[in-house]
C-alpha cells in the first residue's frame, strides 16, 4: 500500500508499469518465486545488505506469544511481500541500493527487533544491546559508503569476502579520508 501511494503520487497511477522491462517481455512469474535469493543473495538479499531485519524477524516469532493476532498480521504481510519480491524477475531492485523492495515490511522489522530487545534485555547489559545495534548501524552505514563510491557492483552478485573486506579495511579509510577533506575547507 505505501508503494502504490508513492507511485500515486509520483506518477498519477496506483499502478506504474517500467515500460522497458514491460516491452522486453518481464513479467511475474507467480509459480516459481525466487525467495531464497531475495532474502539470502549477496545480489541485494535481504538479510545480507540489511541483516538486523533477520533479528526483527526473529522478534515477530517471539511476539507470537505475547499477541498471535499482530504477529501473524505481520509475518503474513512480510510472508506477502516475500513472494511478491520473488516473483518479480528483478526481485533485487536493480541498481537499487539493498533491499528496498521490503520497505514496505520496516513496521514488522522495527516491531519485532523492539519485542526481542525487550527480551533480551533481560538477559544482557543495555550497553551491549545498545552496542549491537550501533554495529548493524554502521554495517549498513559501511554498505552505503562502497556502493556510492562503487567499491562493489551497484547490481548483480557481490563478492561477500570483498563486501566484508571492504567494510573493516577500505571503508574506515575512505570515511577518515573524507572527514579530513572536510575539516580542511572549514
Not at 13 to 22: F, K
Request: hydrophobic share 55%.
Amino acid at each position: 500500500l505505501p508503494q502504490l501511494l508513492v507511485w500515486k503520487e509520483v506518477f498519477g497511477a496506483y499502478i506504474v508499469l517500467n515500460t522497458q522491462e514491460a516491452s522486453v517481455g518481464l513479467t511475474f512469474d507467480f509459480t516459481g518465486p525466487n525467495v531464497l535469493n531475495a532474502l539470502f543473495s549477496s545480489n541485494h538479499g535481504l538479510f545480507i545488505w540489511s541483516p538486523i531485519t533477520a533479528f526483527g524477524l526473529a522478534g515477530v516469532l517471539l511476539l507470537l506469544r505475547k499477541d498471535r493476532r499482530l504477529a501473524a498480521m505481520l509475518l503474513c504481510n512480510f510472508a506477502l511481500q516475500l513472494y511478491i519480491v520473488g516473483c518479480w524477475p528483478v526481485w533485487s531492485g536493480g541498481i537499487s541500493f539493498g533491499p528496498r523492495f521490503f520497505l514496505n515490511s520496516v513496521p514488522a522489522f522495527a516491531i519485532g527487533l523492539a519485542v526481542l530487545l525487550h527480551e533480551l534485555e533481560r538477559r544482557m547489559p543495555r550497553h551491549v544491546l545498545l552496542a549491537l545495534c550501533g554495529a548493524f548501524v554502521l554495517w549498513n552505514l559501511g554498505l552505503m559508503v562502497q556502493y556510492v563510491l562503487q567499491l562493489i557492483p551497484r547490481a548483480g552478485e557481490v563478492s561477500l569476502r570483498q563486501m566484508v573486506s571492504n567494510q573493516f579495511v577500505v571503508v574506515p579509510g575512505k570515511i577518515l579520508s573524507l572527514i579530513l577533506r572536510a575539516a580542511s575547507r572549514t
